[in-house]
């Protein structure tokens, strides 16, 4: 299966738990912008790059492409403003914040496995 296929079924995940949680703001992966779907490629890619990696260090590497893109923190997740609300360390995120992380990660595991 290719990177991009992965990271689709990354986001789509992804935003379904979004829904499940109350947030609303994900588009699916045919309508979200190419920032958003770079986003779950390179999370892939880390992954398949750092395998062992945890979590913490996968959202330590979507905070430092957020960084490098221009990105910081906001209460509101703002693509033109590019501010978002996950933009702290791993630490700080809410539980059903960190949850993301870790349903991404399994996922890629799963999908190389296959």
Not at 102 to 112: E, P, T
């Amino acid at each position: 299966m290719s990177i991009k296929n992965i990271a689709k079924v990354c986001h789509e995940a992804n935003r379904a738990y979004c829904q499940a949680i109350g947030d609303d703001s994900q588009l699916p992966w045919d309508d979200a912008p190419e920032w958003q779907k770079d986003s779950a490629v390179a999370g892939v890619e880390f992954i398949i790059d750092n395998p062992a990696a945890g979590p913490s260090a996968s959202h330590e590497s979507w905070l430092k492409q957020k960084t490098a893109e221009g990105w910081k923190y906001g209460a509101v997740k703002d693509p033109a403003a590019k501010t978002h609300p996950c933009y702290v360390p791993y630490d700080e995120l809410p539980v059903e914040q960190k949850a993301k992380d870790y349903i991404f990660g399994a996922i890629v595991r799963s999908m190389l496995e296959t």
